[in-house]
């Protein structure tokens, strides 16, 4: 636990005194955002409010057109005391291996918020001048002017949870399930006559549509894309994204079947990502992005290809694993990404907090509990791994750090989740937003 000024304001990364400390002696916003909520349910709520406070006044208010600055708005991807803890030192990826600057910072923090805030009641916090004027730079940076006329969000490689080059610069699932309920988070604190409402309010109508109608793979959207036709202009077709039917991989086709279904990593131009990223999945799921129906299809796809995603230790980040070539382009021939390792197929316990509670969501709690319980001793005796590897998941993997924070908070929490359900109401909603088209 991390103080500023004495009081508790994080959690590190990791904390294994064995391996070189790199950045892992940094608060994560991504990290504290997991580690918030069993935090939250066991009322531990004084770090959490002083964590939300800390990254308000770390927050970019730099004016516009300084390329070497973060730009307004924006909130690091981590940060640390110095000056004996009577400062903080944000990182917004100056200090980062490839410099990559976080795009999901500002969206955790907004879940946080409001997780917080359905906790403990105090809405006082998210009614402060400074928590409100840090929403609406939060909403103005994610919503003005850009180059492109989607609902999704334009997003750089390595920007989010998969912090290295993985093939997931564009508009990957992840950022935009994100991106989707920090909009929802925003659209519920913050008073009716603010000015952006009105657009919040539209655009997450617009983002369902667009998610549920172009990410979505099951055997019926794959058979469409297969006879569908190419190379249309402007409204003439369906495929408005151009995708070919030789792109379509072999091993899709017989993966997803038996009402199995998932959204896809990555839409855009002539681009179907097909490759399925659990945690995407898993938010899309939770923040009602996904239709009822498709969480059961999430669900679906979990139980039939358990060995494949769950296999021995919970849970694969990505499948399948870039292999060879596409290894060698797609990752820049980066080691630490080899095959089933690390970001590319690795196995991360902190999955297990999102995995129960969106299989309790699905009415499927008995999935949950089995995976679960199975790997309480595991994590335990390797002391709470960052990451597993190996197609079979098997194996601590190589440089993992132990004793990783989220690691340990998502295996508490998921269990915290099993004892009582309804603690998911925090950082969960319905799936009740009226899809709009463009
Ligand atoms: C790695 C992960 C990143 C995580 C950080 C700290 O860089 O890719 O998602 O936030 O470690 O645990």
Known sequence: MVELDGRPVGLLASLDQDAPRLNYDRIFLRDFAVASIPLLIEGETEIVRNFLLACVEMQSREEPFDCFRPGKGLMPASFRPVDDGSRLDADY????????????SVFWWMLVLRAYVKKTGDKELAARDD?????RLIVE???????????TLLTPDGSFMIDRRMGVYGHPLEVQALFFAALRAAHELMPADEPHQKHVGKRVQHLVYHLRQYYWVDPGRLEALRKGKVDQYGEQDGNIFNIYPDAIPTWAGGWVCDGAGYFAGNVG??????????????????FGLASDEQTQAIARLFEIRRDDLLACMPLKLVYPAFEDRDWQIETGSDPKNRPWRYHNGGSWPFLLLPWTAACLRAGRA???????EQAGPHLAADDWPEFYQGVD??????????????????WLGANLLLENPSEAEAFSWPADIEPKPC
């Not at 990826?93 to 999901?104: C, H, L, M, N, Y």
């Not at 008995?366 to 679960?372: F, N, R, T």
């Open 131 to 135: 928590v409100r004027e840090a929403m």
């Open 269 to 286: 131009p002539g681009r179907l990502d097909y490759r399925f990223f659990s945690h995407g999945n898993l938010l899309a799921a939770l």
């Open 393 to 410: 998941g098997g194996a601590v993997g190589e440089q993992a750090r132990r004793r990783q924070i989220w690691s340990a908070a998502g």
């Open 93 to 104: 990826g100056e200090d980062s291996i490839a410099r990559v600057t976080p795009v999901d």
């Open 141 to 151: 940076l994610a919503l003005t002017a850009r180059f492109e006329m989607y609902p």
């Open 366 to 372: 008995d999935l949950a509990a089995e995976a679960v």
